[in-house]
């Protein structure tokens, strides 16, 4: 059976292309889904995109993740630093989750440096551009291939 990784987007995220281009960049959210897609497809994995504005959806489907999803992808936006809730519904359905965020939160405001999503995540990548989410997916990849941390791989 092929793993499933949910690939979950918060607000704002459904602008991309046309928000701050100098932020984010010119990919839209179609084209990251795309290739989440392919890099999945090669990578073994079945990659269900999804975006959402709204908190409580976002919290719905990573609490739908508790059965037969082997990972989540999950760029939060703005939630990433005010959601307990997000935060909340991680910790209890205990699925490996990656951090993404297309631009380096730490180098911009202040409000952004702190995460919600960080503490649970397995591990965070910050300021890559839509390569962060290729490179969530190989990491994932390798955990559920190996059923360990990736840090703890060898190359």
């Not at 690939?7 to 795309?34: C, F, H, K, M, W």
Request: aromatic fraction near 4%; glycine fraction near 10%.
């Amino acid at each position: 059976m092929t793993p499933i990784v949910l690939v979950l987007n918060g607000p704002n995220l459904n602008l991309l292309g046309s928000r701050e281009p100098q932020v984010y960049g010119s990919s839209t959210l179609a084209d990251i889904e795309a290739r989440a897609r392919e890099v999945g497809e090669k990578l073994g994995l079945h990659v269900d995109c999804r975006q959402s504005n709204h908190e409580g959806v976002l919290v719905d489907w990573i609490q739908e993740a508790r059965s037969g999803v082997s990972g989540i992808v999950l760029n939060a936006g703005a939630y990433t630093h005010t959601s307990v809730a997000i935060h909340d519904a991680l910790r209890a359905v205990g699925v490996p989750t990656v951090e993404v965020h297309l631009s380096n939160i730490h180098a911009r405001e202040a409000f952004r440096h702190t995460s919600f999503v960080s503490p649970i995540a397995i591990g965070v990548i910050a300021g890559l551009g839509v390569d962060g989410y290729e490179f969530a997916l190989q990491a994932l990849a390798r955990r559920i291939e190996h059923g360990r941390r990736p840090e703890t791989l060898t190359a």
